[in-house]
């Protein structure tokens, strides 16, 4: 079957810039989370959507960064006023509700110029 | 708060050597852990998984033990091939709906 896909794969943009990053889970999935790697390092957690309402959003670094997922599939990480800081990739993955194990996309690969 | 830590890399190794990739882990809950492997271009890919003490995972040929006395999950295989080229992730969950928390990682480079 279909696994979590990404859009863009990748996405260069200058600095102050909006961005928006697309993740569509697998089907089935209520639970949805977002995650960003810097390069040479592991995934650190950005925030976590069970069905439409975010329930934990400690990893978002600051207010520029936000998430939405209004009908409880699709989501959107937004990033405004983009910095350089921001390049990354920033990866999606999605599990079952009441499971441990999360699948993830490919990634979209971020770059602040 | 919830770490991994993972040895560093590169790890080089000749095809069909031993491997062994170390994993602790600091919880205060009772996690599930997870080995996550990355190949070159392609996206994070659950390679085994254990959800409770004593728990062996296993998958292509890798296997990892949930040891809960020593807080590890060490990684091993024993005859690796030049495919085994990647990057390996430990992680640990404490909870369904909880977030990964991931090591640093570990290249592994395997030469023919």
């Known amino acids: 079957g279909a696994g979590v896909s990404q859009t863009p794969s990748n996405k260069v943009t200058e600095k102050g810039k909006y961005v928006e990053l697309r993740c569509d889970p697998i089907?089935?999935?209520?639970?949805l989370y977002w995650y960003r790697q810097s390069l040479g390092q592991g995934p650190e957690f950005l925030i976590y959507?069970?069905?439409?309402?975010?329930?934990?959003d400690s990893g978002l670094p600051n207010d520029r960064f936000f998430a939405v997922r209004p009908e409880g599939s699709v989501s959107t990480l937004k990033i405004q006023r983009t910095e350089r800081g921001d390049s990354a990739v920033y990866l999606c993955?999605?599990?079952?509700?009441?499971?441990?194990?999360?699948?993830f996309g490919p990634g979209t690969r971020l770059l602040v110029l | 708060g919830n770490s991994v830590t993972q040895m560093e890399g590169p790890v080089t190794l000749s095809e069909e050597a031993f491997l062994t990739i170390n994993c602790t882990y600091t919880?205060?809950?009772?996690?599930?852990l997870f080995w996550y492997v990355q190949y070159p271009g392609e996206g994070l890919q659950l390679l085994l998984k254990a959800t409770k003490a004593d728990d062996k995972g296993s998958n292509k040929g890798f296997e990892a033990t949930y040891r809960k006395e020593t807080t590890s999950f060490h990684l091993e295989k024993g005859s690796v091939q030049v495919s085994d080229s990647a990057v390996y992730f430990c992680?640990?969950?404490?909870?369904?709906?909880?977030?990964?928390?991931f090591g640093g990682g570990t290249r592994v480079l395997v030469k023919p």
């Open positions: 993955a999605s599990s079952f509700k009441g499971e441990r194990t999360q699948y």
């Open positions: 959507f069970q069905g439409t309402g975010a329930a934990d």
């Open positions: 919880a205060t809950g009772y996690p599930s």
């Open positions: 992680a640990l969950s404490e909870a369904a709906g909880n977030k990964l928390t």
């Open positions: 089907s089935g999935h209520t639970a």
